[in-house]
């Protein structure tokens, strides 16, 4: 399945690699990423993770935040994230969650791996069993583990939603 | 493999699950994470999502920037999380970018989908090959899709990284 590109997909693309080369040679990460929404970039971001002291602070993390302020809404539906690179599995996280249309990338993950970025790791750890990764995700089953949920559900009931 | 749990653990979980309650009850979302290091609570978060407008602030996220803020390093090192909630993958990516040491949490991903919160979707589209995800992630290669490391790569060598 190809994606059918237009010359605005190209030039969207262009503006997110322009983006990367100002961040990178200024000292930022050498990626950023763009909100799309009928034809108009709402917001742009980039890497700004050691500028800011911040691990998630990955484009697409940044730019998905700016649109959603910028759009007063929790959600990205209608949106296409455009970004320099393809997405991590922290940044895939995201954009599932800000449920945006679609995503458009120009550099892979094989071609940021050759640069030093190995996204690749966590794709990797992501379907290995918890307490068998790198970073040990261990489970204790407390009894009352879900007692949050239940708060919720009565909040949600006594709120109609 | 087994943790080797001890009665920190515990206690650092029941005060996740408590402050996840409380976000519950108060309109917030049923989660909460915490940075500890060396025994002692650096950050805590809950999920602020809707209030926030912002589809990135799961409790571990918002966590792990409160504690580098406050530890003015973008990395946690040394640090244990613990959260009410196994962690989503957008969250386990920040956990590995945030290189933490471990990860201890109380309510599974299946007691969370139990409860109206599927992040399996999630960790199923991330194996799924791009354009055939629900939400789709384009290849668009462009010749000078490696021109920000390039970039990059110039400005460390003329500032020694």
Sequence with gaps: MKHPTSIDDSALLARCLELACESASSGGGPFSALVVKEGEIIAEACNSVTRDRDPTAHAEVAVIRKACQILDDH????????????????????????????????????????????DSLVYREVNIPGPERQIPFYHLALSNAEAPFQQWQEFSERHCY
Excluded: H, N
Aim: proline share 5%; with cysteine.
């Design 75 to 118: 959600q990205l539906t209608g949106c296409t994230i455009y970004a320099s690179c393809e997405p991590c599995p922290m940044c895939l996280g995201a954009i599932y969650w800000a449920r945006a249309d679609k995503v458009i990338f120009a550099a892979s993950r094989e071609q940021a791996s050759k640069a030093g970025f190995d």
